[in-house]
């Protein structure tokens, strides 16, 4: 894994052959039952199925999952191939089984999928939990086709253990340009005059398109083939846990879970059985020790998608 040198505008995360060996190292094993402490903020290098059997009872607040999805993909060493309906369902529930005694009873959790796989993830959480939700979101990237409509978007199924759970929606309002303001007795209706414009703050919807996808001028940006955004994670976590609670992410991928929580004062934990993967994570987490910021999120408010990067400008035009 060569370091990329081709643009100085690229940001991607890439490691040495030499920083793998030494940012891996830094992940653990378990071959033996586990205190909640022995797996607080660490990641684990090691197939989920046999890591998880280790793992204690009922010590996770939030999960989020995101399994590979119902098709062939590459995934540093190893391949995942698409399979039958059937199929996906049983490894589904072969996963659930393995980490469903980690959560606690007031636990909610989040399960990331494509629409094909949706029809899946949605039927199998509900037999086992209580589905509250399913958000869609606009990753926009996508090739287009000839046949069918281009796949721009994702799913993310909500479920909940039980009825008590925790849920912040003050916490993830998406702050809004107002186009067209409007005022009542000249006084504004429902949004604010701020140094940076005329704005709405909302409540967040189960529809989201303020999110973009890493790319290779972001800082966050990994090889990882399916990454996912830390905003989309950020909106996650701070919905549906507070701080000090507990994040397990079993499909750790490059540590966008793990890195999100540590920046939101989360404890964590991430699975994650390619060297190459944990190595990335490990470099993130430090990383994030000294840089919390995430994009699209500022001062306690998610922005919508272009509207933080124009702030600048539009106070230099007033």
């Known amino acids: ?27 653990i094993m378990l ?18 199925f046999n890591a998880a059997k280790y793992l204690p009872d009922a010590f996770v607040d939030l999960l989020i999952a995101d399994p590979p999805y119902n098709m062939t993909k590459t995934f540093g060493s190893s391949k995942f191939k698409k399979s039958t309906l059937d ?17 606690k009873k007031t636990a909610s959790l989040y399960v990331c ?27 926009e990237k996508g090739r287009g086709s000839r046949t069918n409509w281009k796949n721009s978007c994702e799913d993310i199924w909500f479920a909940t253990v039980g009825d008590s759970y925790t849920f912040n929606p003050d916490n993830v309002k998406l702050r809004r340009k107002v186009l067209a303001p409007y005022k009542d007795d000249g006084v504004p209706k429902d949004w604010t005059q701020t140094e940076d414009g005329k704005f709405r703050d909302t409540y967040a919807s189960n529809f989201w398109d303020d ?12 090889p990882h083939p399916t990454q996912k955004p830390e905003k989309l994670i950020a909106k996650l ?24 929580a540590k920046k939101l004062s989360r404890r964590y934990l991430g699975i994650e059985r390619e060297k ?21 999120y500022e001062n306690g ?11 600048a400008a539009e106070r230099n035009t007033k």
């Open 237 to 260: 976590i701070l919905a549906s846990s507070n701080k000090n609670d507990f994040v397990f992410d079993p499909f750790m991928g490059s540590g966008t879970v793990p890195v999100t």
């Open 113 to 139: 999928c494509d629409w094909y796989s949706s029809m899946v993830i949605g039927d199998v959480l509900n037999k086992r939990f209580r589905v509250q939700n399913r958000i869609t979101w606009q990753r």
């Open 276 to 296: 190459v993967y944990c190595a990335v994570a490990e470099k993130r987490i430090e990383l994030a020790q000294s840089d919390k910021r995430i994009q699209g």
């Open 211 to 222: 999110i973009s996808v890493p790319f290779w001028s972001m800082p966050e940006n990994t």
């Open 87 to 103: 199929e996906y369902r049983e490894y589904t529930e072969l996963w659930l089984d393995a980490i469903q005694h980690t959560l």
């Open 301 to 311: 408010i998610f922005w919508e998608r272009n509207t933080l990067n124009n702030k």
């Open 31 to 48: 071959r033996e039952s586990a205190f909640r402490d022995d797996v607080s903020n660490k990641t684990i290098s090691d197939d989920l």
């Open 1 to 27: 894994m060569s370091p990329q040198t081709s643009s100085s505008r690229n940001k991607t995360i890439t490691l040495t052959d030499e920083e793998i060996n030494l940012y891996s190292s830094r992940s």
